[in-house]
Every structure is written in C-alpha cells, then in structure tokens.
C-alpha cells in the first residue's frame, strides 16, 4: 500500500521580506498551523532580536518549534528534522494544514530532503585543498565522484573541499552517502514559496527593523541573557544582533558603531539567504503583499 504523503507550504526566502505576515494571512484562511522554521527563534528569551512573532500573532494561529530549548543548547539541523516531523504530523492528524515557515534554507532541507550522514570534516585534509583552484578541485572531484562534480561550479569551493574531503577520509563518494541517507521529501508533497523583494527596499526595510529593535529593547534583552549566566560565546549569543550588543554592554563598541554592524551583518545575511533559496529547486518566487490574491488562489488549489 502507498504511504499517503503529507501536504505541505513551506514559505521561505530572506529574513525581512515579510514571510510571517504572509504566513499567517494564509493560515487564518485554510486552517493552518505554522511550524517555525528559523534557527534561532528556537531559543527561549531571544525574542527582539530575532523577530519572533508577537503574542497577538501567535495567539491567531497555533505555532510550533518557538522557544522550545534555552541558549546554551546547540540545536542541529538533525534535530529540527526531528522536532519539525513530529509536529507536520500531529498537525495532519488534527485535520490542520502544516505551513512551515522560515528563512534558514538548512533546516528545510534538511526535512524536505534529508541529511547526509558522512563523516565529520578533518581540518588537515581539508587544509590540502585550501590553496588549489577552483577549476582544479572541480577536476580532482570528477575523477573520483562524477555525480557531485556534475552539480557543482568551480567556484563553489565549500561543497568541492567537502566532497574531496569525504573521499580522503572513506575512498567512497559522497553521493553514494546521499543515496544512501537522504529521504528526498518521500513523506511529503510540498509547495515551496518564497517573497521576492527588490534589493534595496529589503536592505530599507532590514534597517528599519535594527532600529525598531533597538527602541523596543535589544540591548536590555541581551544584558538579561548575560545576567541569567549565558556566556557570550554561547552559539545562539554569536549570532546577529546578540555579539553586537554583548560588545556594547562590554565597552568594546560605541551603540553607535553596534547598530551599524547589526545593519551590515542583516543585509550580508539575507543575501546569503537570496542566494540559497534562489538556487533551490520549485520555489515560486512571488510578490508580496501586491499578489496575495494570486498566492491564496495558488495555495487553496494545491490544497484542494
């Protein structure tokens, strides 16, 4: 017997282009329920600084994987791949509709197509690519795993190395742990959606919402995770907007010079996360909130 496969919108794209709002417009109107998809929105009492939805939002429709583990805990890929199965399919089971939504493109690859599980890098090895061209990396890869170097540029150093890497440690490719480990989304059927915004009015926006953060408290936010004894050099109080503020509580930079870093850090971030979605495959790129005529018409019919 066929398994049936859970129906599933994913909305994604970069941090700032309106994904919550969006979200949340399309689960007051087919009866979902949203599954936080954003890495750091996980931690309990990191609330400015990572945008999380407000109480009023979160008390219209039902979220799941907020403030679900304190800041000292270093939550995985694997780990949300966990969480995130489990609450799709109480979701389902209710009869509810399961929207995930969030800008860490890892974390939905990971539940949409699985983990690699490969061996953990070896920074000596890694260390014999460092200084070898692109092009030749890609050389070297297609002797030994022609699968992966077929998908691959020669300016995509990280996944070159890391593939290179893999068959140092094993002499087996990594593509053949891809076969092996990856579920490649066997239990969902997915729509994956993201907002498509104009450079600069996400950067005019990004900036507007360091600002908005600092009036509604950041830096008090931060001073009472370090007061509660979470370290600065915790991986959750390393991310942006966290160090920052931890800098300027130290002394160390001006409030001045911690917000202009904060900017810096959010626009190189969401290109970043531009850059991920938009090379991921079926995500319809729409605009928001212009079309949501359109994209409700999209979603109810994939529903249906």
């Known amino acids: 017997m ?12 970069p941090t700032g282009s309106g994904k919550t709002e969006l ?3 399309i689960a007051e109107r087919i009866g979902g329920e949203i599954v936080n998809a954003d890495s750091m929105q996980i931690y309990r009492g990191m609330d400015i600084g990572t945008a999380k939805p407000s109480p009023e939002e979160r008390a219209s429709v039902p979220h799941h994987l907020l403030d679900i583990v ?16 489990a609450a799709i399919a109480g979701i389902d089971a209710r009869g509810k509709i399961p929207i995930v939504v969030g800008g860490t493109g890892l974390y939905i690859r990971a539940l949409l197509d699985g983990l690699v599980d490969s061996p953990h890098g070896d920074p000596e090895i890694r260390q014999r690519f460092a200084d070898i061209p692109g092009p030749e990396l890609l050389e070297r890869l ?8 077929a998908r691959l540029h020669p300016n995509d150093r990280v996944r070159l190395i890391r593939a290179l890497e893999v068959f140092a440690q094993t002499g087996r490719p990594i593509s053949d742990f891809r076969s092996e480990h ?15 915004v104009e450079r600069s009015e996400l950067y005019r926006r990004l900036e507007a919402r360091v600002d908005r953060m600092l009036e509604e408290g950041l830096i008090e936010e931060v001073k009472g995770l370090l007061s509660a004894g979470y370290s600065r050099e915790l991986k959750a109080m390393r991310s942006i907007g966290y160090k920052e503020a931890a800098a300027c509580l130290a002394g160390e930079i001006s409030l ?9 850090d959010t626009r190189r971030y969401a290109k970043r ?14 605009d928001y909130p212009a079309g949501f005529a359109t994209i409700l018409e999209h979603v109810i019919e994939f529903f249906a």
Do not use: C
Not at 2 to 13: A, C, D, F, M
């Open 70 to 85: 304190s800041p000292e805990v270093n939550f995985s890929a694997s780990d949300f791949r966990e969480a995130a199965t």
């Open 142 to 149: 297609s002797a030994v795993d022609p699968v992966t170097a």
């Open 2 to 13: 066929t398994e049936k496969k859970i129906r599933l919108l994913v909305v994604g794209g």
């Open 256 to 264: 001045s010079g911690a917000t202009e870093l904060i900017k810096r």
């Open 23 to 25: 979200a949340l417009r």
């Open 182 to 196: 990856g579920f490649s989304g066997s239990h969902y059927q997915t729509m994956k959606i993201a907002i498509q």
């Open 273 to 286: 996360q531009m850059t991920w979605f938009g090379k991921e495959k079926d995500v319809y790129w729409l």
